[in-house]
């Protein structure tokens, strides 16, 4: 599509589907184009296997730079309600496919699946001025139950599904495999490019403004959130345009912050310079110049002491005018001491969780709610050890409102990428990079057609490695030795043999490394579709993306701000190797034949998500690692 000139694409369809197997449910679904906003709200129930048409009469014509946005509200067993929102663009030529006329644009995130498709018929081509004819659509409703293993939309795009290699969800809000088989893909020519190359053009930052007054605890909050210790916004004389000044870090590139005071009651003067940054950040044409949140820092007060000035009470009150649709997060900090004072104060039974749970609700919540007269999303951090788990939070609430705002997808995945506190979303992204492109490729698809082993095992690897967004200045990560550490060598006996060398001897990895170097060698040079004709290449692969992930999670523990070095590889490769063998004994009883006959690329990627998902480091693991953090783990 011309990038110059906006043309029209008619719209006559829009499919929403939940993927078989899965464990949420769609409760509601929101329609909207980024042009025209909201078009409709419908109330619907979607089970697994459920596919929702909407057929548009009259057709809905959009132009080219318009994006189609499917926001689902979900619940599961385990979660409350949440949003997951579909973003098509309109101008992103590869999850678009045409056959016999029509056109559709194919886009799944966690297992909700959007299939917008137009009408063959010939439109005019008008230009960039086009206005949306007449009223809104209207739409007819319809829900399907399919009774197979796979999704089945209408017939007019059921072969033509597409994926998006450059936007993505937050970690938990990502993408469904491909459905493409290899006769109907040809071979990638050239280099493999990892999909989160793609990702870092789209938007290399997460850009967050932080506002404070001094000594709440913004400097701690963003050294923990990003495990970095060079960012220091609140020692800075600040002047009137001081909160145009980015803040960036040298060992975590991924996230900018900006830097404002707090408002104290009848300061206009603050709020609107807030205003006037807020709107000069979301005209500029990069995305990742764009503002994507707002943390207001508040600290919890003392006993009867009040929580908010007044001008931070008359800012959330007008944060529409002030601040648009950035999505705000009011951060309660240094929670910590607060729990010192419950424990001092009373000799109550109830757990200390729920003492503060109650206390913020009543004390700091309820009444910034009532002053304010909105619904204000708080959420209460402290930045000293033992409190990960709310630093965590912040970060899941601040995706969650993302999504709420339609905030788009690469900011929100490249938040993921830069926080370094929350393990479970480092390990939902990495599936959910690996699903967008080559996790879909074991079995079926021809992205790895004519490329070695070696080549595919790499980008593959390359995309894990960055969503962990490790500092590793030595590139240890990177060391073609990790890749032939992790290779099953043999795949007619136990699929890895434990090595000679203890993990305390000197060089253990090169040693390890070199006893596999023969056979691993000429593996790593076989092309890719000779393994998988063998039938090795699928064992291969599944049994690399587990065991490098659960080799991740060790290394974000043992090395949670510092840099990795070669022996905390080399650590973490030790204490993952019981898990290798049970991950490799599981998937030697993979029937890679009943899987092809029956979807394989769904059946080998939901093998793999469970394995991840079994093998992961539990909390006792966690908390044993975390012990020894700072005593041997990085020596």
């Avoid at 060992?251 to 009848?266: I, K, P, Q, Y």
């Avoid at 997060?329 to 104060?345: C, G």
């Avoid at 291969?540 to 080799?551: A, K, P």
Wanted: negative net charge; proline residues 5%.
């Amino acid at each position: 599509m011309s990038s110059a000139h906006s043309s029209s694409f008619s719209i006559a369809t829009i499919d929403i589907s939940l993927a078989s197997g899965s464990r949420k449910r769609v409760e509601s679904i929101k329609l909207g184009t980024r042009n025209e906003g909201p078009l409709k709200d419908i109330e619907t129930t979607l089970r697994a296997g459920d596919t929702y048409q909407e057929k548009l009469m009259p057709l809905l014509v959009v132009t080219s730079d318009d994006l189609i946005s499917v926001s689902a509200r979900c619940s599961s067993r385990y979660r409350k309600r949440y949003d997951v929102v579909v973003d098509i663009d309109l101008r992103d030529i590869e999850c678009m496919r045409e056959e016999k006329g029509i056109k559709t644009y194919r886009k799944t995130i966690r297992n909700v699946e959007v299939v917008v498709a137009n009408c063959p018929s010939v439109l005019p081509m008008p230009g960039p001025d086009l206005q949306m004819p007449g009223p809104s659509p209207q739409i007819s409703d319809s829900v399907s139950r399919t009774s197979g293993p796979d999704l089945q939309t209408s017939d007019s795009v059921s072969e033509t599904p597409g994926l998006d290699p450059q936007t993505f969800d937050s970690v938990s809000q990502m993408s469904g495999p491909d459905t493409r088989t290899s006769d109907s893909i040809p071979p990638v020519p050239g280099k493999l490019v990892p999909t989160t190359v793609e990702l870092i053009r789209t938007c290399a930052k997460f850009r967050v403004l932080i506002i404070g007054n001094s000594g709440v605890g913004k400097s701690t909050l963003i050294r923990r959130m990003f495990g970095v210790n060079d960012v220091h916004p609140s020692e800075t004389a600040r002047g009137s345009a001081e909160i145009d000044r980015e803040f960036i870090s040298q060992t975590n590139e991924r996230f900018a912050v900006h830097d404002s005071l707090g408002f104290e009651a009848g300061d206009e003067g603050k709020m609107r310079l807030v205003k006037d940054f807020v709107k000069r950040r979301q005209v500029m044409p990069r995305l990742e110049d764009q503002l994507h949140a707002i943390w207001l820092c508040v600290e919890i007060p003392y006993a009867g002491g009040r929580l908010a000035e007044r001008g931070v009470e008359q800012f959330l009150k007008n944060q529409r005018d002030i601040i648009g649709n950035v999505p705000l997060i009011v951060v309660l900090t240094k929670v910590d001491l607060l729990d010192i004072r419950l424990d001092l104060e009373t000799q109550d039974k109830e757990p200390l969780q729920s003492r503060r749970s109650r206390h913020l609700e009543d004390d700091c919540i309820t009444p910034l709610r009532n002053a304010t007269g909105r619904d204000i999303t708080c959420v209460a951090v402290s930045a000293i050890q033992g409190y990960y788990i709310l630093i965590s939070k912040l970060m899941v609430v601040t995706q969650e409102k993302m999504a709420t705002c339609a905030i788009h997808e690469a900011p929100r995945a490249m938040a993921s990428i830069a926080q370094r506190v929350d393990i479970r979303e480092k390990i939902e992204m990495s599936i959910a990079v690996g699903k967008q492109r080559y996790w879909n490729s074991l079995l079926k698809s021809a992205v790895f057609r004519g490329h070695t082993l070696r080549e595919c095992l790499e980008v593959i690897r390359k995309d894990i490695v960055t969503v962990w967004n490790f500092i590793d200045l030595d590139h240890c990560l990177l060391d073609d030795k990790l890749i032939k550490t992790l290779i099953p060598t043999d795949l007619s006996q136990p699929i890895i043999r434990a090595p000679t060398k203890k993990m305390d001897e000197p060089n253990f990895l090169s040693a390890v490394a070199h006893e596999f170097a023969d056979v691993v060698t000429e593996m790593l040079r076989i092309p890719y579709d000779l393994n998988t004709e063998a039938g090795k290449g699928v064992e291969i692969f599944m049994c690399y993306i587990v065991d490098l992930i659960c080799v991740m999670q060790v290394i974000f523990v043992l090395a949670p701000d510092g840099p990795v070095i070669r022996h905390t590889v080399e650590r973490a490769i030790d204490f993952c190797k019981d898990k290798m063998e049970q991950v490799h004994d599981s998937i030697k009883g993979f029937d890679k034949t009943r899987a092809i006959r029956s979807g394989g690329q769904d059946q080998a990627l939901k093998e793999i998500e469970t394995l991840i998902s079994r093998y992961s480091l539990s909390e006792q693991e966690m908390a044993k690692l975390r012990q020894e953090v700072g005593v041997s783990s990085n020596e």
